[in-house]
């Protein structure tokens, strides 16, 4: 296992380099180049000045999140195949850095959404939260609004201003797609990459629908173990795998994290997992709260447990952190909260692994 940081090169990271390599036991980031229009390709030179900039801080770059998958590829357009070839294209160059874990997601049109990216605890903390009948309440474009302007000036990944531009014909376009459809078209990228990821040896690990739940009718495809099972099995290849993020299949109360860990950990098909809790106060409404077990509704020593038990040999980050102690920063990305998390699951982890000898 090995511990990593999320970081965003090109100044649009309060956290540094520096202060990474100051968190005990964290060995690396992972990182995107959030200014490549999705669709084009990485510049080979353009990654081999981010590996010389991460690896002169003494730290590795091993996993790269994300390479964003163009709107036309999920769409099933004709399109599609030009991005592919770009898709690859990028593959090879990550290869070529030494990338060895690429994480993406496969949700339509939004990436990630929350009601509200700054919500205050009990403790005077920070901590983004989420309401499924305020976003409801939404239509798009105040989504759009609210995600933007809590984003403190900072780009949003996932949010990038080419998608919101086509976000209410977007949606319309998903809203009259069947799921299977959709389900057709991730196989279809799947078969078209897979062959280069083994190629090129990097694990690709896709990202659950985050929340893994229905909004505006759009398709979820990677939200509970049934869909995981199904995913997988699209194409049988090991590098076909999962970005195993337990705050994301967390928000829906019918998910056993644990169970969930258990079972695709020990088919060698988890290659990354981002470890968060969450907090509900109703089914559907829940804070990113703090990553020990006490504070939230997922007990981290199982589902830590659950991944040493099966062999997890990955990379493991500490994902969404509240903000604390005055700190300003991109929502979810604090350097100290991440930091206090990354040390309670290498604890946890130096435990299970001294208790099980
Ligand atoms: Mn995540």
Redesign the pocket.
């Known amino acids: 296992m090995k511990m990593i940081i999320r970081w965003f090169p090109g100044g649009d990271d309060s956290v540094t380099l520096e202060q990474i390599r100051q968190i005990p036991g964290v060995s690396g980031i992972c990182a995107m180049l959030s200014d490549i229009p999705v669709g084009e390709v990485w510049p080979l030179e353009r990654l081999q000045a981010l590996r010389a900039q991460v690896n002169a801080a003494g730290l590795s770059l091993e996993v790269i999140e994300s390479v964003n998958i163009h709107e036309d590829i999920k769409k099933g357009l004709a399109s599609r195949d030009r991005y592919i070839a770009n898709y690859i294209k990028t593959l090879e160059n990550l290869g070529k850095v030494g990338v060895k874990c690429l994480?993406y997601n496969f949700m339509p049109v939004m990436d990630?959404i929350r009601s509200n990216l700054a919500y205050e605890l009990e403790d005077g903390s920070y901590a983004m939260h989420y309401d499924h009948e305020e976003v409801l309440k939404l239509n798009p474009s105040l989504i759009a609004k609210e995600m933007l302007g809590g984003s403190k000036g900072y780009t949003l990944p996932g949010w990038e201003p080419d998608r919101l531009a086509k976000m209410s014909a977007d949606i319309e376009f998903y809203q009259a797609m069947t799921t299977d459809q959709y389900w057709q078209n991730l196989k279809y990228f799947l078969d078209a990459v897979i062959p280069y990821a083994e190629q090129y040896d990097i694990k690709l690990a896709i990202?659950?629908d985050?929340p893994p739940f229905n909004i505006f009718g759009l398709p979820k495809v990677i939200s509970n173990a049934e869909n995981i099972r199904r995913f997988l099995s699209l194409n049988d290849s090991k590098y076909n795998g999962l970005?195993l993020?337990?705050?994301?299949l967390g928000a829906s109360l019918e998910n056993d994290i644990a169970a969930i860990v258990r079972e695709f950990t020990a088919m060698g098909r988890v290659h990354f997992a981002?470890i968060?809790n969450v907090k509900h106060s109703q089914e559907k409404v829940f804070v990113e709260s703090a990553h020990l077990s006490e504070c939230g509704d997922l007990d981290m020593y199982q589902i830590v447990k659950a991944f040493h038990e099966n062999g997890f040999d990955g990379y493991i980050r500490p994902?969404?952190g509240r903000m604390i102690w005055g700190e300003q920063a991109r929502p979810g990305y604090g350097l100290y909260d991440r930091a206090i998390g990354a040390n309670y699951l290498l604890g946890l982890w130096e435990a299970i692994e001294k208790g099980s000898k």
């Open positions: 994480c990630w990202h659950p985050d970005t993020c337990t705050g994301s981002h968060r994902d969404h």
